[in-house]
């Protein structure tokens, strides 16, 4: 089991207390967006696909503790882009910590080795290196040459100086399930102290659409994984009912609200995966978005989602609902064989509506009227030349 007890009873502790305050919605983690900006550019990447001038922009120190504030979690991953581009990260991670949050700081790790060392080991901190696979799958994963072998030096070494690291593994549907067995074996010798797994969103911005997973796949791909790993001593970091999830044994909705997410164009509608407008605050976030729009079998863009900022909160939520079922699967693990809990019917879902361009126009406007801020920046175009690593 990946995720430390003492976060396993902050996150309980949080959702008891939701649910004796009588709400309906509340968020479990913030999905904190300070910069878009990117020093890879992956093929299956529904994130940095934005002119230079929206990859140049940064949320503040204050902004990232507001957004918190807003949001009262328990837990805040950082993400991206590449968040150590952000020259005060490390005041980010710090402010987010003294606050008493657990802080997951997500990495393709470049850059990690060069800053680590203006980072403290800490029980609620943990680095989460992107590694979707082996050597050869991972670089095929980020377009890059020898990007494998630098995220694990800088593993390494944010070990032995006595970090908590996880990996994270998107799952395409070129993934093996003997291949991912082997690789989270690699990464367990090597020491992580936990394994995230997801399989992608099918970004419809990503510059590759052919190797998306749909539900079936996924399911097939995950079973395929966990029935191997039995014994082998893998420390999975999701929680035990949404990895029986992605083996196809729960029929969850998504709760898009569990996640938010702060990024610099303001809070994302509905959720992290789809953009489709923003709200000013964290409160009209809730308040004004029209959640029944969107989830499996309501929206046309949702139907293939299994993604864990979608059903993760989902299955903590069935957790502390259902604690008896939660731990029999922790202890033996996700059914890997028979038949599958039934699928959501999609037979009345809305099509895609497709918005990208009108907050990018919009962005792009109100960055033309603000005053001119330092040197000019030198990101890159998804597609085009990587932004420089050494920012
Ligand atoms: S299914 Fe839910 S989490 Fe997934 S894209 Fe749709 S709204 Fe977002």
């Not at 095929?140 to 996880?166: I, T």
Request: glycine share 8%; net charge neutral.
């Amino acid at each position: 089991m990946g995720i430390p007890l003492r976060q396993q009873i902050k996150v309980g502790a949080y959702v008891v207390k939701q649910h004796l305050a009588g709400r309906k919605r509340y968020p479990l983690v913030l999905m904190l967006e300070p910069l878009f900006k990117c020093n890879l550019a992956c093929s299956g990447c529904g994130k940095i696909d934005y002119p230079d001038p929206i990859l140049n922009k940064r949320l503040s120190v204050e902004e990232c503790l507001d957004a918190v504030d807003q949001t009262g979690v328990p837990v805040v991953a950082i993400a991206g882009g590449e968040p150590l581009l952000h020259k005060e990260m490390p005041q980010i991670v710090e402010g987010i910590l003294a606050k008493g949050k657990v802080v997951i700081l997500c990495t393709n790790a470049l850059l990690l080795e060069k800053r680590i060392e203006q980072y403290k080991p800490h029980p609620n901190f943990t680095w989460d290196i992107h590694l979707d696979g082996d050597k050869d799958h991972h670089d095929w994963a980020v377009s890059q040459k020898g990007v494998y072998e630098r995220a694990v030096a800088a593993l390494k070494d944010a070990k032995a100086r006595g970090f908590r690291v996880a990996i994270n593994a998107t799952l395409f549907d070129n993934a093996e399930p003997e291949r991912m067995a082997k690789f989270f074996d690699d990464v367990t010798a090597m020491g992580v102290d936990a394994i995230m797994v997801s399989p992608g969103y099918a970004y419809e911005r990503a510059p590759d659409q052919q190797h998306f997973l749909n539900r079936k796949k996924t399911k097939e791909l995950f079973r395929g994984i966990f029935s191997r790993g039995k014994d082998r001593g893998w420390k999975i970091g999701n929680s035990p009912l949404f990895v029986d999830f992605l083996a196809g044994n729960q029929t969850y909705h998504c709760t898009p609200w569990g996640n938010p997410t702060r990024n610099i164009f303001g809070w994302q509608r509905p959720c992290y995966l789809l953009g489709e407008g923003y709200a000013k605050t964290f409160a009209e976030l809730m308040d004004e978005t029209d959640w029944d729009k969107y989830g499996v079998g309501n929206y046309e863009k949702c139907a293939d989602c299994m993604v864990h900022s979608g059903f993760e909160a989902t299955a903590v939520i069935d957790s502390v609902k259902h604690p008896w079922k939660a731990i029999a699967r922790q202890i033996s693990g996700p059914k890997t064989t028979g038949e599958m809990a039934p699928e959501i019917d999609l037979s009345n879902q809305r099509k895609a509506d497709f918005v990208f361009s009108r907050h990018v126009e919009q962005t792009m406007a109100e960055i033309a009227h603000e005053p001119p801020q330092g040197k000019k920046a030198r990101g890159a175009k998804h597609g085009g030349t990587p932004a420089v690593a050494a920012e």
